[in-house]
């Protein structure tokens, strides 16, 4: 079964550094997804690609956050500098296209972020 | 401000019995709504889903149902197994062309007790 893939599990770094989090989706999914899941809450988008064009980065910190899925396949999600509140699980998901509600969205594992 | 409310943390429940779990939501132009189920250190896996021309929708243990003058949406797990532990999302997306992120609720932590 096909299956949204990200790098790394785990990472821990420490304030001030640089971190970068790679996804793959699933082939043929022209919609990626990312959000943020702080502890004890629900999934907050991010931001959202069609094919390699940003949809909605409304909700993204601009200032240290950046995104990018160059070739419109996989996507990087950076932060730099990291901040002790960017402590979370970050998430990636993909959808087979956009602008329909009812398009299910499948999730990878997550990427765990510990700044300290 | 939240959007799609699940009122409750937690929820025990002895195995084989029906679970229950209640999502409310605010927005009025959300027209499709989602249940997803998430192990620790694992991502959100997609469960049931719903439209919002629709009161009910089922698949196997699950069913999902939707009263939307409510606007209410609640998980029903029958019968409940001890593998269906897991913390349990509402998510919804409002239909139009555009973006259409998911909205999450805070989660409900099932436990099922053998």
């Known amino acids: 079964e096909a299956e949204v893939a990200q790098s790394p599990r785990y990472k821990i770094t420490e304030k001030s550094q640089a971190v970068a989090f790679w996804c793959d989706p699933i082939?043929?999914?022209?919609?990626l997804y990312w959000y943020r899941q702080i502890l004890g809450q629900g999934p907050e988008l991010l931001v959202q690609?069609?094919?390699?064009?940003?949809?909605?980065d409304s909700q993204l910190p601009k200032d240290r956050f950046s995104a990018e899925r160059l070739k419109g396949v996989d996507s990087t999600l950076k932060i730099q500098p990291a901040e002790l509140g960017d402590s979370a699980m970050y998430l990636c998901?993909?959808?087979?296209?956009?602008?329909?509600?009812?398009?299910?969205?499948?999730f990878g594992p997550g990427t765990r972020l510990l700044v300290l | 401000d939240q959007q799609v409310k699940q009122n409750s943390p937690s929820l025990s429940v002895q195995e084989g019995r029906i679970s229950i779990l209640n999502c409310d939501y605010t927005?009025?132009?959300?027209?499709?709504f989602l249940w997803y189920k998430k192990y620790p250190a694992e991502g959100p896996t997609f469960l049931i889903s719903?439209?919002?021309?629709?009161d009910k929708n089922e698949d196997g243990r699950f069913t999902v149902f939707l009263n939307k003058s409510a606007k209410h949406l609640s998980l029903h797990i029958v019968p409940s197994q001890p593998g269906d532990s897991a913390v349990y999302f509402c998510?919804?997306?409002?239909?139009?062309?555009?973006?259409?992120?998911?909205?999450f609720g805070t989660g409900t932590r099932l436990t099922v007790i053998p």
């Open positions: 998901a993909s959808s087979f296209s956009q602008g329909v509600s009812s398009e299910t969205q499948y």
């Open positions: 082939s043929g999914h022209a919609t």
């Open positions: 690609f069609q094919d390699e064009s940003v949809v909605d």
């Open positions: 927005n009025s132009m959300f027209d499709y």
């Open positions: 719903i439209s919002s021309i629709k």
């Open positions: 998510a919804a997306s409002k239909g139009g062309t555009g973006a259409n992120n998911l909205f």
